[in-house]
C-alpha cells in the first residue's frame, strides 16, 4: 500500500477525541496527592485507600449499566453529562472534609469518569482505521499520558504553600469546561458526517462475548497492569516522604516523559511488532522497576527507575487495546474497548487498596515486593494468551 493509499488516521473525530480525553485526565492526574491530603485532614488510614479507591469502583459501576447502550449517536450527550459531574466534583472537594462526604464525591467522580472515558471510547472505536489499530491507540493514549507528566509537578509547587489541596482540585477542574465546547462540535460533526454505525448485539450475546476465553483472559491481564501502576501511583508521594526524597512529581514527569517519547517516535511499532511481544516486555520490565525501587535509597536511583518505568508501561497500553481491537468481532470492538477501560478501573481500584495495605502490613519495602509479584502475575497469566487468541482469528479473520 502506497502512502497516499494509507488510511487516514488524524480526522476530525479522532482529533476532537484526543483533546477530550487530554482535559479529562487533566483533571483525574491531579488526584496523585490525594493520600497525602486524605492524611492531612486526619481521614483514618483504613478509609484513605477506600476512598482513593472508590471512585475506580463507581467507574466500574457505570461501565458495567451505560457502556452496553451507548452508540455514536448518542456517545457524546454521554460524554458531555460526564464533565458536568466532573466538574461539580472539583467544586464538591472545597466543601467535603469527612470520610462519608468524600466518598460521595468520589462515588460521583466515578461516575463522571465512566461517562467521559465510554463515550469516547465508543466513538474512537469507529472512527479509526483498523490496519492502524495501534498507531491510533498510541495517540490516544499519549493525550490521556500527557497530564500525567505536566500536572503532578506544577501542583507539586504549588502546593500546599501556595494553593491547598481542594482550591487546586477546584481550579484543575475549571480545565474541563472547554471539553463541553467540543464536545458540541464532535456531536454535530458525528450526525453530520453519520459515523458507522453496528446494530447493537443483544445483552445476552454482550455477556457471551465477554466470558470467551481469550476476550476475558486479556481483560485480566490488562487489570493486573493498572493494578500495578495505580498503586505505585496514589502512594509514590508518601514513599518518597518515607525515604527522605523529594520530588515524587518529577519521578512521574521523568516516567510519563518516558512513555510519551517512546509511544510518540516509536508508534509504527504497534502495528508492526507482535503485541504479545510488546505486553510481555511490559511487565517483565515493570516488574524489574518494583525491584529497583525496593533498593533504591537516593535520590538518582529513584529517577533512574522513572525511566526504566517509562519505557516498560509505555509499550503496556497500546498493545493491549489494539490487541483486544484485533480479537473482537467488529460488532463487539466498542463494548470490548469499553470492558478494557472497565478493566483497567478495576486495577485502579484494587491498586490503591492492595498498596495501602501492603505499607500497613509490611511497609514501603513490602508494598514495592508485592508491585513486582503483580507484574509476575500479569506476566504469568499473559503466556497462554497467544494460543487462546489463535482460535478467535480463524473464525473471524
Known sequence: ??????????????????????????????????????????????????????????????????????TTQNAAKAAAAGVVVLLGCGVAYLYAVSPGALLAVRLA???????????????????????????????????????????????????????DYPHGYALVAMALAPALVVLAVLGRQVKKRRMPQAERPTLSAMARNATKGPVAQLLAVNAMYYLSFASIFFLAKSLFAARGLVGAGVFFSI?????????????????????????????????????????????????????LLGCGMGVGSPSLNAYMYELSEPEFRGLNANLMMLSLQGGSFVGPILGGAAVAVWGYDGFLLVGAGACLIGLVMSAGLGRAASGVAQQHP
Open 1 to 70: 500500500m502506497s502512502v497516499s493509499d494509507k488510511p487516514r488516521l488524524y480526522s476530525f473525530e479522532f482529533a476532537s477525541l484526543c483533546v477530550l480525553i487530554f482535559l479529562a485526565y487533566c483533571n483525574i492526574s491531579v488526584f496523585y496527592s490525594l493520600y497525602v491530603y486524605f492524611e492531612a485532614l486526619g481521614v483514618p488510614q483504613s478509609w484513605r485507600g477506600v476512598l482513593i479507591g472508590a471512585s475506580s469502583l463507581a467507574t466500574m459501576a457505570a461501565y458495567l449499566t451505560v457502556s452496553p447502550f451507548l
Open 109 to 163: 467522580n466515578g461516575l463522571g469518569v465512566a461517562l467521559v472515558s465510554a463515550g469516547a471510547m465508543t466513538l474512537l472505536v469507529a472512527a479509526i482505521p483498523p490496519s492502524r489499530s495501534g498507531q491510533a491507540f498510541g495517540v490516544y493514549s499519549i493525550a490521556m499520558l500527557l497530564p500525567y507528566s505536566v500536572v503532578p509537578p506544577i501542583f507539586d509547587w504549588l502546593s500546599p504553600a501556595h494553593l
Open 255 to 307: 516516567q510519563t516523559g518516558c512513555m510519551l517519547l517512546l509511544r510518540l517516535f516509536a508508534n509504527r511499532v504497534f502495528d508492526v511488532a507482535p503485541k504479545l511481544w510488546l505486553i510481555r516486555f511490559c511487565y517483565a520490565v515493570t516488574g524489574g522497576t518494583f525491584l529497583l525501587l525496593y533498593a533504591a535509597h537516593s535520590q538518582p536511583m529513584t529517577y533512574l527507575a522513572a525511566v
